[in-house]
């Protein structure tokens, strides 16, 4: 991972982790954001302009490709250096969650 994309991506953004968390399996824009709202019970609703901007951007990062488009629907999918930012995310949100129980 180079420094832009670990500057850019590391610690992500609520939407930018949505994202990547959800394209483990092929999806488009309208399939993200219904998961999302899905995995939060309603809780957190990405708009249509946040999410395809940032699907945009990660596309162009590297970090998703477009791998088809099903009834004028774009299709994409983590890449390798996404999973990396991802696994980064996890571990990072992770360590968060043991210090936060370690002290309570």
């Known amino acids: 991972m180079d420094a832009h994309t670990r500057k850019v991506y590391v ?8 994202i990547l968390f ?9 399939g993200i ?5 899905k995995l939060t019970n309603g809780e957190i ?3 249509p302009g946040t999410m395809y901007g940032s699907l945009s951007k990660m596309e162009k990062d ?8 099903v ?9 390798a ?5 991802l696994q980064l995310e996890l571990k990072r949100i992770q360590r968060l969650y043991t210090t936060s129980r370690e002290v309570i």
């Open 62 to 69: 590297g970090l998703i490709r477009f791998v088809n488009e």
């Open 81 to 85: 250096l996404g999973n990396e930012v």
């Open 71 to 79: 009834e004028k629907r774009k299709i994409y999918e983590i890449t």
């Open 33 to 37: 954001v219904q998961l999302v709202e």
């Open 11 to 18: 610690p992500m953004t609520e939407t930018g982790f949505y």
């Open 22 to 30: 959800c394209l483990q399996k092929p999806n488009h824009g309208y």
């Open 45 to 47: 609703h990405l708009a």
